[in-house]
């Protein structure tokens, strides 16, 4: 594991766990995280200022923290490439995750749920692939999620129901099937969504009919009936 490895061995700031320095645990753990999406790229990416150095991880390019704790990471657009870290979740304080158009594949990792401070996820453009995981229902604060243009495959989470701050809902151009689940009605704040361009079937549930702030509703190119 070549983020532990430059934690434990490379890293010029040497930290260490200690009963003195009760903050080194949490600088450890956000520079491992952060890390493991970093090293997940076989190819260097575009923007790669101060990554991977002695400087405070809150300074390296697309991150910002809040007194010290990393609350948004933003590496949009940046040859990232490999899959998206289980490990990401250790950034247990972020708000936003952006890692729009890369290379990433592979799967969302169910511990995406753990995120439950995050509000928007920008995932969208990449080339992901299998499930959307139940898990994202636990990720209640969550008000904008972008996971566009993906290959993502069999049906949308029951789980959705749970989002009931989202706003901004945009998973057109994926392969998703099924029927959207009526559960979407309890998205009561949801304003814009874009479900189009996949192989949904069936009928729309009735419960959008509940979604009374909804200002745009996309839903072509799929297999409904009904």
């Given amino acids: 594991e070549q983020a532990l490895a430059w934690v434990i061995d490379d890293d010029p700031l040497h930290l260490e766990l200690s009963d003195t320095d009760p903050d080194a645990e949490t ?22 200022q101060r990554w991977a150095t002695g400087a405070d991880e809150c300074k390296w390019k697309g991150v910002a923290c809040s007194k010290d704790v990393v609350t948004k990471l933003n ?7 490999g899959h998206l870290s289980a490990d990401i979740p250790l950034l247990s304080s ?6 729009a158009r890369n290379q990433l594949t592979g799967s969302i990792p169910s511990s995406v749920g753990q995120l439950t401070n995050l509000e928007k996820f ?5 080339e992901l692939t299998g499930s959307i ?10 008000e904008t999620a972008y996971l566009a243009r993906n290959n993502f495959t069999a049906s949308l989470p029951s789980s959705i129901g749970q989002l009931s701050k989202l706003k901004k ?4 151009k994926n392969e998703l099937t099924g029927s959207i689940p009526s559960s979407i009605g309890n998205c009561t704040d949801l304003e814009i969504a874009y ?4 192989k949904f079937t069936g009928s729309l549930p009735s419960s959008i009919g509940q979604l009374s702030k909804l200002k745009q509703f996309a839903v072509d190119n799929n297999k409904f009936t009904g």
């Fill in 169 to 172: 809902f945009y998973i057109d």
């Fill in 195 to 198: 479900l189009a361009w996949n």
């Fill in 133 to 142: 995981p139940s898990s994202i229902g636990h990720c209640t604060d969550l």
């Fill in 94 to 99: 972020l708000t936003e995750l952006g890692v």
């Fill in 122 to 126: 920008y995932i969208d453009n990449n």
């Fill in 27 to 48: 600088r450890i753990r956000q520079r491992y995280a952060l890390l493991t999406l970093r090293f997940q790229s076989t190819i260097p990416w575009n923007r790669t």
């Fill in 75 to 81: 590496v949009y657009e940046n040859s990232v490439h």
